[in-house]
């Protein structure tokens, strides 16, 4: 093999590594929200749960969000506006 093979080699593992990873999290999204609807917030914190915390694996919000997003853009789930009591904005 080539060091233009193995490099190229090395580059698709790491996509492959990856798109793996957002499947993942993709797959843990769907799972979570088929239990019932939740926020970005929920969700972060159900995903910190799953792993057993923190300390395991550190979940980050944007990681979530960029999630639904994906989901959203694929069809997969819907964005729905939900009116709270109280709060900030209230």
């Known amino acids: ?8 080699t090395l580059q698709y593992r ?3 590594t990856e798109l793996l990873i957002i499947y993942e999290h993709q797959k843990r999204t ?3 929200l088929a239990q019932r609807p939740r926020h970005g917030y929920e969700l972060h914190a159900a995903f910190e749960a799953m792993v057993g915390g923190k300390q395991n694996w550190e979940v980050k919000p ?12 694929g069809g ?9 009591d109280g709060g900030p904005e209230n």
């Open 62 to 73: 944007a990681q979530v969000y960029s999630t639904l997003n994906r989901l959203e853009q």
């Open 76 to 84: 997969l789930i819907a964005e729905e506006a939900v009116e709270q």
């Open 30 to 32: 769907l799972r979570t």
């Open 1 to 8: 093999m080539t060091p233009r093979e193995n490099r190229r």
């Open 14 to 16: 790491k996509l492959l």
